[in-house]
Nanobody
Framework: QVQLVESGGGLVQPGGSLRLSCAAS????????MGWYRQAPGKQRDLVAR?????????VYVDSVKGRFTISRDNAKNTVYLQMNSLKDEDTAVYYC?????????WGRGTQVTVSS
């Protein structure tokens, strides 16, 4: 059973940066696709970025974060990262990591990101 713990969120001004981490209690190196999701107040939880590692590594980003967010993974550390730059007010949300597609029992508590001046 894999447990995922997100960290790295906080309060940041527009234009600032944050780096989120997702630490897995079990090994994730056999999990091909991992993703970061976010849920803003009153909205559904949506995929923000995913990374798929097979023979090659593929990245997918939603349009709203392309060029600003970068997803990466370190299988040796069982950790997935989300580097977020040029943050905007609309990036405010709780951020979660999970497999892609998401496995219901893997949802963690998430980490709050608040972008505000």
């Amino acid at each position: 059973q894999v447990q995922l713990v997100e960290s790295g969120g906080g309060l940041v001004q527009p234009g600032g940066s944050l780096r989120l981490s997702c630490a897995a209690s079990g090994s994730i190196f056999r999990i091909n696709s991992m993703g970061w999701y976010r849920q803003a107040p009153g909205k559904q939880r949506d995929l923000v970025a995913r990374i798929t590692s097979t023979d090659t590594t593929n990245y997918v980003y939603v349009d709203s974060v392309k060029g600003r967010f970068t997803i990466s993974r370190d299988n040796a550390k069982n950790t997935v990262y989300l580097q977020m730059n040029s943050l905007k007010d609309e990036d405010t949300a709780v951020y979660y990591c999970n497999t892609w597609p998401p496995w219901p029992s893997y949802w963690g508590r998430g980490t709050q990101v608040t972008v505000s001046s």
